[in-house]
């Protein structure tokens, strides 16, 4: 492999001395050697050098002391500063499955942080300044600047302690794959999940699984694709599309415990089904997948505060106050925002019509 020179000025009024710094990066796992050349040890001077890997790919400006050539396993290149030291603070409740999949990120790149519970009721104001946007879990506070949004944090997460093993893959079109896959999981999964446990009568609920098992059938196949015969996604080791849906193993098995009904099954996904328990055995990943009893508890309680006459939503919160049915839902909110389009009748007779025949269309 050809090395890539980089030459380091240095000041001129310094006596000319020559050393050669060899720097290992890791590159999708391959090595890319660098040789520093021309560089006065003896200077305190920062220099801003672009690095070029073996393929030609300039990379961004890197600040190196000539002065400072310690090893560090922390950092992108040995005798490079980082701002991968810094302090990190993980905002999240235990039993969000996005907050789970910052937390196999972490540890899956061996990072110390802090990790603070908000009970989300009410809102912690740290929350609520680090995320003003959608005041929801998870975010990550690296050096004081919050990242929001779980993709978003696993690909910040990645580019900032970029140490093996990579979370995405080195190749372009790999990771549009792996994105698009991400997007599609958490589109149709989590969703899916929902509907199973909100609808009521036995035919709603076998549609609803129905949906839930043609995405399973469609992981399936994205596992086949982008695992290329090897135990995860991302190849040997846990990768961006494993934490993406491993994440929503906990709440799987709550769907199963409360519904009394296997959801992966060998039948019709039989590479989930043993990339499952692969992924949960993992050192990272263990621990971090929440109880199923204690996240099915946690259904129950949450049916039970905001609807404790029908126990099932669909519940609006406006105001921290909740608003049952979904019939109610709608005249409520014809009723506090009328602005706009009207949704109901002006006349409360057209509103009885519309009424007697929403009752008639539930005993179908």
């Not at 190196?64 to 030291?85: C, K, L, Q």
């Not at 990242?147 to 690909?155: H, K, N, R």
């Not at 991400?182 to 609803?208: H, L, Q, T």
Request: one cysteine or more.
């Amino acid at each position: 492999m050809a090395l890539s020179k980089v030459s380091l000025p240095t000041q001129q009024n310094l006596a000319p001395m020559s050393m050669v710094f060899c720097i290992a990066a890791r590159t999708q796992r391959q090595i890319m050697n660098a040789s520093f050349t021309k560089c006065c040890p003896t200077s305190a001077r920062t220099h801003h050098v672009l690095v070029s890997d073996f393929v030609g790919n300039w990379r961004e400006p890197i600040h190196i002391s000539t002065n400072n050539w310690y090893a560090s396993t922390n950092s992108r290149f040995p005798g490079v500063r980082s701002e991968a030291n810094t302090e990190v603070k993980l905002i999240g409740k235990w039993s969000s499955h996005y907050v789970t999949r910052v937390k196999i990120a972490l540890n899956i790149k061996s990072i110390e942080y802090e990790n603070i519970e908000d009970s989300l009721n009410p809102k912690s104001k740290l929350l609520l300044k680090s995320n003003p946007v959608y005041a929801r879990v998870p975010v990550l506070i690296h050096d004081d600047r919050p990242i929001c949004e779980s993709l978003v944090i696993l690909e910040y997460i990645d580019e900032t302690w970029p140490t093996a093993p990579s979370l995405l893959p080195s190749h372009p079109y790999d990771r549009a794959v792996a994105r698009f896959w991400a997007a599609y999981i958490d589109d149709k999964c989590f969703p899916s999940i929902k509907n199973i446990m909100a609808v009521e009568g036995e035919e709603e609920r076998k549609r609803s699984f129905e949906v839930l098992e043609e995405v399973l059938e469609r992981v399936e196949g994205a596992f086949r694709e982008c695992s290329k015969g090897k135990p995860f996604f991302a190849g040997d080791t846990i990768g961006f599309l494993d934490i993406v849906f491993g994440c929503f193993l906990g709440w799987l098995s709550v769907l199963e415990h409360r519904c009394e009904r296997k959801v992966l099954v060998e039948a019709k996904a039989p590479a989930l089904v043993k990339w499952a328990e692969r992924f949960a055995a993992d050192p990272a990943v263990k621990g971090l997948i929440p109880d199923t009893l204690k996240l099915a508890d946690l259904s129950n309680d949450l049916f039970l505060q905001y609807n404790p006459a029908y126990k099932k939503i669909l519940v609006l919160l406006h105001n921290d106050k909740p608003i049952c049915e979904y019939g109610i839902i709608v005249e409520y909110t014809d009723e506090v925002w009328p602005s706009g389009l009207i949704i109901l009748p002006l006349f409360l007779c057209m509103r009885n019509i519309i009424g007697a025949e929403d009752d008639e269309a539930k005993k179908l």
